[in-house]
């Protein structure tokens, strides 16, 4: 699909000469493969690299600075600026209308953020997968009610739903809650098109075979299905974290986050809440922005690689 | 059911199982069928709204008037009065199923209740002052998106291409990764902050009244540009992902070879052959993502203080009003629901393949 620009014919042995041949030779097939499939490597690659950022930062950054109040207010990012107390300090990103530091908040907001997907997307994916077997394995009643179910769950936007659930449970959600929610709201849509693809599973002759020679239902499920399915439910839960991030970064954007955490989310938040463009902060609104887009495209990258590496047929085609 | 055959069981049966057949053949019918299954998302959905705050445990709204008790000041007088309409409309006392169908008749009469922080004011009111924003914005942009996003992906799909589009593209569909409040808050930032050519915020400018002149028109339209291409780049890439999709499966089709024999113009196997088989699928995917572009506009609007719902959400949290905010997420509810259910039966008009079943 978006296998980006370069094509896979682009990784020629036959033009690329004598250096590349010798490699080729060395290359195991997943590493080969890995160079046909371009949007897999720069995806990963672009994650990796930024969560490698954030783990020197957490090395040689003070992080604490994160509060409000610890440090000078509206500073634009600077490597020497005199504090009160007659020391010199560096603000490389600089600080927001509250004093905090935003490099600091930078680096302990991205990967909190990342972890709220992770959660969410494992949770909506577990839940998803079970009833997607249970309702395409057992057809009948079964099928019907949790067909039903993913038919209503489709047509109300999850985003909403949480508002609701965070409105009436009345207090602050951590960062793991938050995650929790949305994946218990979110599992609807991956339900719904792994089921489709065990439908067509259930029909294959080595699924019949199996069930011939009397291997009861979880044998089938798990030893005949599941190994096949894994590489598509890889894809469905880069998907969901994509999605559970959108979403959490929604409900901290109209408000309802943790309002300790500096996750991406409550930065932008703070940024919408003291108008911060129109205040000329670009240094505020701009990390958090650039992490957020790298988390997505980095997601969106990884998945289409995976949907080529499970869907065969999507190959060689730009 | 066709006519004939009514016609000649008329004349042979009684008018009481007469009367059943029709039933049974309304009921069979695709597009009862279907409005009964948007009867049953509405009540599904307003059965969890209903039991959501029951499950928690607390009470929004009684918290909501304490907090207020205790502030004091202008409140204070109106707060009997709250009080009692509260206690009035929930029916506190009664068992529960009382309550339930209480609410059930409530929403069949569109009656969503009171608002908690500006009190005379009926939910209804506030929500649907807004609605008209959202609905403005949001109809121009999705069918523009729509038709934009699957020409690019018609375009992107097709084999006889001109090779640079390519590069031109790629970057477009990356664009659907990125959320669009973000995508808002660049562009206020380029367009309306650096360069000034559009507002910042608002619907309209902030010492004008609404009224039906042109300079008001040219003000809401200046107003509503940035917002609108902040949710069509984003959504563009979305449309043209799956049209690009399609256009690569009709290409080992039968009648795409048959019209390449015949010798057709390019742009006439474009059009009437590849897009116009392509582009049905695209229809179902716009019942798909209704959900995800009302929520994603809803963040939009609050980006921009756009007028619109997103804005009264956001209003309404800040000041726990949460009638408002149940009213919102029932009023949208409804709306998704109603528009897949028009989608569902138009789609069979659009794709004469489908035979809708009427016995």
């Known amino acids: 699909m978006t296998e980006s620009v370069t094509t896979p014919d682009a990784i020629n042995p036959a033009e690329s000469g004598g250096w590349s041949q010798f490699n080729e030779e060395r290359l195991t097939p997943m590493k080969k493969y890995a160079l046909r499939n371009p949007s897999l490597i720069v995806g990963l690659s672009m994650l990796f690299g930024m969560l490698f950022l954030v783990g020197v930062g957490h090395l040689v950054w003070d992080t604490e600075q994160f509060r409000p109040l610890s440090a000078p207010t509206r500073l634009a990012p600077t490597l020497s600026h005199e504090l009160r107390d007659g020391t010199t300090g560096a603000f490389p990103f600089g600080t927001d209308t509250q004093g905090r530091d935003l490099l600091a908040v930078a680096i302990l907001g991205t990967p909190l953020t990342l972890r709220v997907g992770l959660i969410a997307g494992a949770v909506a994916i577990g839940l998803g997968t079970v009833a997607a077997f249970l309702a395409a394995y057992y057809r009948g009643f079964v099928d019907a009610a949790i067909r039903s179910v993913v038919d209503v769950g489709l047509a109300m936007p999850a985003l909403l739903i949480l508002i609701l659930v965070r409105i009436n449970i009345g207090r602050e959600l951590s960062i793991d809650e938050i995650g929790i929610a949305i994946g218990l709201t979110s599992w609807v849509f991956p339900a719904r098109t792994i089921r489709s693809q065990v439908l067509v599973m259930r029909e294959q002759t080595y699924v019949e075979l199996s069930r011939l020679s009397g291997t009861s239902g979880m044998g089938i499920i798990f030893k005949e299905m599941m190994p096949n399915l894994i590489p598509y439910i890889t894809a469905s839960l880069v998907g969901s974290v994509a999605g559970a991030i959108l979403a959490s970064i929604g409900l901290e954007a109209i408000g309802l986050g943790n309002f300790s955490e500096p996750t991406l989310g409550m930065t932008i938040y703070w940024n919408i809440q003291f108008s911060s463009i129109t205040l000329g902060m670009w240094w505020w609104w701009l990390p958090p922005l650039a992490a957020i887009v790298i988390v997505f495209v980095s997601l969106f990258l990884i998945s289409s690689g995976l949907d080529e590496w499970s869907n065969p047929r999507l190959r060689k085609r730009v | ?359």
Request: aromatic share 12%; charged share 15%; hydrophobic share 55%.
């Open chain 2, 1 to 359: 059911m066709t006519e004939q055959t009514q016609a000649v069981e008329n004349s042979s049966t009684s008018t009481g199982t007469q009367i059943i057949r029709i039933i049974s053949g309304v009921l069979g019918h695709f597009v009862v069928k279907r409005f009964l299954f948007f009867l049953f998302v509405v009540w599904l959905a307003s059965t969890v709204i209903f039991i959501i705050p029951r499950l928690s445990g607390q009470d929004p709204v009684k918290e909501k008037l304490l907090l207020e008790a205790q502030r004091g000041g202008a409140m204070q007088t109106g707060l009997d009065a709250m009080a009692k309409s509260y206690q009035k409309r929930f029916g506190l006392d009664q068992p529960m199923w009382t309550q339930y169908l209480n609410f059930l008749k409530d929403l069949v009469k569109l009656d969503l209740g009171v608002s908690i922080a500006f009190f005379p004011r009926t939910v209804n009111d506030i929500v649907f002052e807004s609605l008209m924003w959202t609905l403005g914005l949001m109809g121009t942009v999705t069918i523009l998106a729509f038709i934009l996003g699957t020409l690019a992906g018609a375009i992107l799909g097709w084999p006889r291409k001109p090779g640079w589009l390519q590069y031109i593209f790629m970057p477009l569909l990356t664009l659907s990764a990125i959320p669009q409040y973000l995508l808002a808050m660049i562009l206020i930032f380029v367009i309306a902050f650096q360069l000034e050519w559009l507002p910042l915020f608002g619907g309209y400018a902030p010492a004008t009244v609404p009224t039906l002149t042109f300079e008001f028109a040219v003000d809401v339209i200046r107003h509503a540009i940035l917002p609108a291409f902040a949710i069509i780049f984003s959504a563009i890439g979305f449309w043209a992902i799956g049209m690009r999709g399609m256009m690569i499966n009709t290409q080992g089709e039968d009648y795409m070879i048959q019209a390449d024999a015949k010798g057709l113009k390019g742009s006439r196997i474009f059009m009437r052959y590849a897009v116009r088989n392509a582009l049905l699928p695209q229809v179902t995917g716009l019942a798909l993502v209704l959900g995800t572009i009302v929520t994603g506009q809803v963040l939009v609007e609050r980006v921009f203080s756009y007028p619109g719902i997103g804005d009264i959400l956001f209003q309404a949290i800040r000041l726990s009003d949460f009638f408002v905010i149940r009213g919102i997420v029932i009023i949208i509810i409804l709306g998704i629901a109603g528009a897949t259910f028009l989608l569902d039966v138009l789609y069979p008009l659009l794709d004469p393949r489908i035979k809708v079943r009427k016995s």
